[in-house]
Nanobody, 118 residues
Framework: QVQLVESGGGLVQAGGSLRLSCAAS????????MGWFRQAPGKEREFVAG????????AYADSVKGRFTISREDAKNTVYLQMNSLKPEDTAVYYC???????????WGQGTQVSVSS
């Protein structure tokens, strides 16, 4: 059974930075693509960033390109999302996901709240 646990959310002022972490249980973390999604109040969940199992490919939503960076550390079964130049519109619950491709996910974490004040 795969378990994903996010951490690192919080309240930050516009222009600030946060780094989210997602720790995964299980033995085969390095074989899976990992991603981050977010859901703002009253909106649908949206893709934020993804990284391939090898780490060689990444993808980002247009709204975060140049500001967010996804990375993985297989020795720690952990994926990160470095978020810089945060904007109030980045406020959402951020979810970690694991799956077979950058846009194909089967497992989800419980989410961590990110709030950006203006």
């Amino acid at each position: 059974q795969v378990q994903l646990v996010e951490s690192g959310g919080g309240l930050v002022q516009a222009g600030g930075s946060l780094r989210l972490s997602c720790a995964a249980s299980g033995r085969f973390f390095s074989r899976y693509a990992m991603g981050w999604f977010r859901q703002a109040p009253g909106k649908e969940r949206e893709f934020v960033a993804g990284i391939s199992w090898s780490g060689g490919s990444t993808a980002y939503a247009d709204s975060v390109k140049g500001r967010f960076t996804i990375s993985r550390e297989d020795a720690k079964n952990t994926v990160y999302l470095q978020m810089n130049s945060l904007k109030p519109e980045d406020t959402a619950v951020y979810y970690c996901a694991m799956g077979n491709g950058i846009y194909d996910y089967d497992y989800w974490g419980q989410g961590t709240q990110v709030s950006v004040s203006s």
